[in-house]
């Protein structure tokens, strides 16, 4: 090393933080800039185990979600923790927050509509029985 310079690091443990650090200031952003776009928008996600799932998430933080087997809308909210996005359904403010990596969230949208296309905020009973399996929103749509 000269003197007054700067050392130089290398090696693998090196290269693995940095490679890491790049990584979660991706994530990171990519929650930041999710977060406004989400907001006032209809989500169609699905998965195996959990079938079918509508959510209206409002610009102000607000969320409805009508879920396959549910009688009932059910109203919440929804925010972003660093790069978890947080979900809190139920009838008192004591209820927790579920939070999960926004990228494994984004996994599981099947579709999205601007809009609160099947008027959620405005409802307590779900339209219809939302079946199991993966439909589009204009599928649905028709059975409304």
């Not at 998430?57 to 607000?62: K, N, P, Q, Y």
């Not at 087997?69 to 972003?80: D, E, H, L």
């Not at 296309?117 to 409802?123: G, I, P, T």
Request: aromatic share 10%; glycine share 8%; charged share 20%.
């Amino acid at each position: 090393m000269l003197y007054g310079s700067a050392p130089i690091v290398t090696g693998k443990p090196f290269v693995r933080q940095t490679i890491l650090a790049a990584l979660l200031l991706s994530v990171l952003a990519g929650a930041a800039q999710a977060a406004p776009l989400l907001g006032n928008q209809t989500q169609l996600s699905f998965s195996a185990a959990n079938g079918t799932r509508i959510e209206y998430l409002a610009a102000d933080g607000r969320a409805w979600r009508w879920h396959s087997g549910q009688a009932r809308v059910v109203s919440g909210g929804w925010r972003f923790e660093e790069a978890d996005i947080c979900f809190r359904y139920g009838t008192t403010d004591s209820a927790a927050w579920r939070c999960v990596p926004y990228e494994l969230y984004r996994l599981t949208v099947v579709e999205s509509r601007s809009g609160d296309v099947f008027r959620l905020r405005d409802r307590q009973q779900v339209p219809f029985t939302l079946p199991r399996q993966r439909l589009s929103i204009a599928d649905l749509l028709t059975r409304g």
